[in-house]
């Protein structure tokens, strides 16, 4: 299959959940509690569609296959989306777009602030994923794109906190991304100690 073709396939396969979201909350089909749901899935593929952003880079690496960075800030931006529309849902359902609430909850409760301050680190990760940023950027972009971890981390931590009890559920994203961070630091050693 055509590259091209692999990024269509990404492109509609990540779009999927959305839609089927959508369609679910329209048909009324999204169980008794149809706001929980959408915040639920929401979140919870902001945080996929992050770590496999993140799993780009090693991916390549690993396979040499450097076509694969082509999909990474496509698949950003789908973890921004998502992310977006989490937030979108507790604002609107949970705070019915009170400005005041919703700054009343981010202060009194934490996983909230977290939640919330990861989405703000990707919003400059997303309007900056662009060639022409990343050109006017130069080396700045890297470093500025390595906040990508910071937010893995703050996701994870505001999945946690809302939790609270089976903590089951958020084994495998944890797993992933300590994995994902071990990688990221066995790299930087190894190159430390080569140019040592």
């Given amino acids: 299959m055509p590259f091209t073709s692999w990024r269509f396939a990404t492109f509609f396969l990540l779009l999927s959940p959305g839609v089927w979201l959508v369609y679910g909350f329209i048909a009324n089909n999204l ?11 929401t979140g919870k593929w902001a945080f996929i569609c992050l770590l496999v952003s993140l799993a780009i880079t090693p991916a390549r690496q690993l396979t040499g296959v ?8 496509m698949i950003g931006l789908y973890a921004f989306f998502y992310a977006t ?14 400005v005041a609430y919703l700054w009343e909850d981010i202060s009194d409760r934490p996983y909230i602030t977290l939640g919330f301050l990861g989405w703000l680190l990707l919003l400059p990760l997303a309007i900056t994923s662009t060639q022409n940023w990343r ?19 703050l996701a994870l931590f505001h999945y946690i906190w809302l939790i609270r009890a089976d903590y ?11 994995a994902l ?14 140019a040592a």
Avoid: C
């Fill in 31 to 41: 169980g008794a509690n149809p706001v929980e749901t959408l915040t639920h899935q």
């Fill in 66 to 73: 450097k076509k694969l960075m082509l999909l990474r800030r």
């Fill in 168 to 178: 089951s559920e958020v084994v495998p994203y944890a797993t992933i991304l300590v």
């Fill in 85 to 98: 529309l989490h937030f979108l849902v507790y604002w609107v359902f949970d705070q019915s777009l009170s």
């Fill in 181 to 194: 961070l071990g990688y990221r630091v066995f790299r930087w050693l190894k190159t430390t100690q080569s």
């Fill in 135 to 153: 050109k006017r950027l130069g080396k700045r972009w890297l470093t500025l794109h390595k906040l990508t971890y910071v937010v893995g981390l």
